[in-house]
């Protein structure tokens, strides 16, 4: 579940200081926050493509529920720690899409991969039914 090393793939990379809020007792990042992390990293590496969930909703009528989220935890993060998420579109199927994600703890110059996952979501018409993505949205989700 490494990212791309190839340069033709476009990845999509945010930074996000950890808040105390998504510490556990013990200090470290929650476990089930990196699927937070994630749903960011994937939001804005749709938005990067001219594509929000608002306009998906509100527009196109299509919701885009996790049907599938995976994730391997490398390392800890703790409060304060500045990390970096790459997601990038790892499948685009006619009515799914997946992407992967990783994310990184930045220290000055160096950084250090701590988890690596991905989900994988279904794409739904208004009546919760399999639909196929909009032919302009997938143009937008391959460039």
Not at 44 to 57: A, I
Request: glycine share 4%; aromatic share 10%.
């Amino acid at each position: 579940m490494t990212a791309p090393e190839d340069s033709s793939v476009p990845c999509h990379e945010i930074s996000l200081r950890v808040s105390y809020g998504d510490t556990d007792k013990a200090g470290v990042v929650y476990y089930a926050n990196y699927f937070r992390y994630f749903e960011r990293g994937r939001t804005e590496l749709l938005r990067s493509k001219g594509v929000s969930y608002r306009d998906l909703e509100i527009d196109h009528g299509i919701v885009m529920p996790v049907i599938e989220a995976n994730c391997r935890y490398l390392a800890p993060c703790r409060y304060d720690d500045l990390v970096v998420v790459r997601s990038w579109i790892s499948s685009l199927e006619s009515a799914s899409l997946s992407v992967r994600n990783d994310v990184f703890l930045q220290a000055g110059d160096d950084r250090s991969k701590v988890a690596e996952g991905f989900t994988r979501h279904a794409v739904l018409n208004a009546l919760w039914r399999p639909t196929r993505i909009p032919e302009d949205i997938r143009r937008r989700l391959e460039s």
